[in-house]
T-cell receptor
């Protein structure tokens, strides 16, 4: 089976840096993805890590350690519009290599 | 490019009734997914199509849920009969196998309320 753990809520102030952690247990692993979802909106892709290390895309970075079954999403220079839910998702298990999502972390950015 | 289209956006039905959702993926995307997202949880994959063939439907409650993707483009997801616990947002997503990031593009979803 698969399980992913991430904090349910995180609060930070505008301009700050926040890190959202994700630990996973899977019987097969091909990569870790991150998605953002605003209230009432569709999930949108942020990043994908297949190999260990840091991937940077603008204000967002994502890190993966396969040996520790751990990853994180780093958001810098927080803006009010970053208030949303953030999901980590493991790609793997099964012939379809489908995504299994965590329960999400609700990020609240305060002024 | 146009995004993933879904309809209806909202649906309210009584338990034991039937309902159908429609999805039109991004043009050229061979892979189509249906997810169920219960409030406060992450999306859960129900079924995955590659063109018009089913790749994975291991989490689809086949006694009441069915899905099809005719001609490898549009797809419909049906629930018959609905139960209270089916209240959720049903998300459709599509992806292209050429993307090395395996990015999935999601539609706006259909919010289903079963009373």
């Amino acid at each position: 089976g698969q399980s992913l753990e991430q904090p349910s809520e995180v609060t930070a102030v505008e301009g700050a840096i926040v890190q959202i952690n994700c630990t996973y247990q899977t019987s097969g692993f091909y990569g870790l993805s991150w998605y953002q979802q605003h209230d009432g909106g569709a999930p949108t892709f942020l990043s994908y890590n297949a190999l260990d290390g840091l991937e940077e895309t603008g204000r967002f970075s994502s890190f993966l350690s396969r040996s520790d079954s751990y990853g994180y999403l780093l958001l810098q220079e927080l803006q009010m519009k970053d208030s949303a839910s953030y999901f980590c998702a493991v790609r793997g298990v099964g012939s379809a290599r489908q995504l299994t999502f965590g329960s999400g972390t609700q990020l609240t950015v305060l002024p | 490019e146009a995004g993933v289209a879904q309809s209806p956006r909202y649906k309210i039905i009584e338990k034991r009734q039937s309902v159908a959702f429609w999805c039109n993926p991004i043009s050229g995307h061979a892979t189509l997914y249906w997810y169920q997202q219960i409030l406060g949880q992450g999306p859960k994959l129900l079924i995955q199509f590659q063109n018009n063939g089913v790749v994975d439907d291991s989490q689809l409650p086949k006694d009441r849920f069915s899905a099809e993707r005719l001609k490898g483009v549009d797809s419909t997801l049906k629930i018959q009969p609905a139960k209270l616990e089916d209240s959720a947002v049903y998300l459709c997503a599509s992806s292209s196998p050429e993307r090395t990031t395996y990015e999935q593009y999601f539609g706006p979803g259909t919010r289903l309320t079963v009373t």
